[in-house]
């Protein structure tokens, strides 16, 4: 049916990577060429699509039950064609007992669908594979026996998707959740429009940091850059979680002190005190400031995320003295022993410098 696969794909800690390897070698023993393309850092613009006879595979992570803005802003700036495609999201999986639990889409396949349907593509699936969540700074990595239920669960349903789709037929096992997924699209879009900003800077170093720079030089986002020997996370971090999981000596922390502090000084300090200045002038403002329109709760929220870079940026300088480093680098549960850090089994740093997408495809 089709003459050859190939696969762009962003992975933080190696989920969508590894289904994308199981893809290629599923194509491979069925005698079609197959190619797997990292998007990371990817150039603009993007060469023409391949022939028609040439099946696209879209492979990413699930964030705030959305898609990475990154691979989004990729699919956008894809070239128009006419090619079959599908698009696989990694949601974040886990168990009870031996049995895999699903995660959730959100809008993970449904915005990939409009976007990509839109440029001309037929789109031959939309589905799903509940790999181990890797979002750590929530929770630990998941246990080996749990990782290891969930990576068999999942081969076997790419294995199944695949048998579709390479003889030319349609999965679209990834809407069962349909209604579910629509529910929750208000979180989404909050995570897409403003969340993703706010988490991108949770994330510090410690003083166990020796400034080695393999977070910097392996991030898929180039969102860190090395500020007084240590990485200072942008606003293009995506939260992927790569940093955290290849640090080699774990030195990299979730900041719930930060988090709560800033939140507290943002909306618990600064917010109200604007509301109380304005009124001394006049009512209308600090209606309009303290409004809960959409319009205006995203203009604050922008704001508030400026306001917060600044702070960041102040107390990214003060870790480096002993008090600081212990109360906004350590004293989280990120830090202890027993939380244990994921990248999915067979996985490494090496892995993650693969061939690039850029302008040959």
């Known amino acids: 049916m089709y003459r050859e696969l190939i696969i762009h794909y962003l992975s933080g800690t190696g989920n969508a990577l590894t289904a994308a390897r199981w893809l290629e070698e599923i194509a491979k023993a069925g005698n079609m060429a197959a190619r797997i393309m990292a998007i990371d850092r990817f150039r603009r613009p993007l060469a023409p699509p391949p022939p028609e006879d040439t099946l696209i595979g879209f492979l990413f992570p699930t964030h705030g039950f959305c898609l990475p803005w990154y691979m989004l802003k990729f699919m956008l700036a894809f070239p128009r064609g006419r090619n079959r495609i599908f698009c696989l999201n990694t949601c974040a999986g886990t168990t009870l007992g031996r049995v895999p639990l699903p995660g959730l889409s959100g809008l993970a396949l449904i915005v990939p669908a409009i976007v990509l349907s839109l440029k001309g593509y037929r789109v031959r699936g939309l589905v799903s594979l509940n790999l181990p969540s890797n979002w750590i700074s929530l929770h630990p990595g998941l246990t080996k026996r749990a990782v290891s239920v969930l990576v068999e669960h999942c081969r076997k349903k790419t294995g199944r998707y695949a048998a579709t ?41 410690n003083s166990d940091c020796d400034g080695c720079g393999v977070c910097a030089n392996n991030c898929p986002m180039a969102a860190l850059v090395m500020k007084n020997g240590r990485p200072c996370w942008t606003f293009r971090c995506e939260s992927c979680m790569r940093c955290m999981n290849i640090c080699p000596r774990k030195a990299i922390q979730v900041s719930y002190v930060f988090a709560a502090a800033s939140a507290y000084l943002l909306y618990g300090l600064l917010l ?33 995320l400026g306001v917060m870079f600044l702070f960041y940026r102040i107390v990214q300088r003060l870790i480096r003295f002993r008090p600081f480093d212990f109360i906004f680098a350590r004293l989280t549960p990120t830090s202890l022993g027993f939380w244990r850090r994921y990248l999915a089994p067979g996985t490494g740093v090496k892995d993650f410098r693969r061939e690039h997408t850029t302008d040959k495809m």
């Open 165 to 205: 789709l390479f003889s030319g037929g349609r999965a679209y096992h990834g809407l069962i959740s349909l209604p579910v997924d629509l529910a929750i699209s208000p979180v989404a879009f909050g995570y897409l429009l403003v969340g993703r900003f706010w988490l991108a800077k949770m994330f510090m170093a």
């Open 272 to 304: 109200p005190l604007a509301i109380m200045a304005a009124l001394h002038y006049s009512e209308t403002a600090a209606a309009i400031i303290g409004s809960k329109s959409t319009a205006i709760v995203l203009v604050r929220a922008w704001f508030v």
